[in-house]
């Protein structure tokens, strides 16, 4: 027999029947009783809503400590991660300095 990967083992089944049969009263009770949840959106909301579309980033070469970029490379999207952890520093910086 083979064995599953501890992963795979460990991943949490969804029952997906009963989440098909949840009505849309009980999924927005839900929403409204979990403090962790964002708000349900509606028609009106997105009325509103203004389009941002990030600025496109610029490709550079960078040098890193091999250990340092087989840290990241355990991560997906893990050039995003690194910029947004210089962008974390940076704006720590920005206040600091007043700049």
């Not at 949840?22 to 349900?40: C, F, G």
């Amino acid at each position: 027999m083979q064995k599953k990967s501890r992963a795979v083992a460990d991943r949490p089944r969804t029952d997906w029947a009963r989440v098909d049969a949840l009505t849309d009263e009980e999924i927005e009770a839900a929403v409204r009783d979990d403090p962790d949840a964002a708000p349900i959106v509606d028609a009106e909301w997105f009325a509103g809503a203004t389009l941002v579309m990030p600025e496109r980033k610029q490709q550079i070469s960078i040098r890193l400590d091999p250990d340092v970029l087989e840290h990241f490379r355990k991560y997906p999207r893990y050039q995003t991660r690194i910029n947004a952890i210089l962008r974390a520093a940076m704006e720590h910086e920005k206040k600091r300095t007043g700049s």
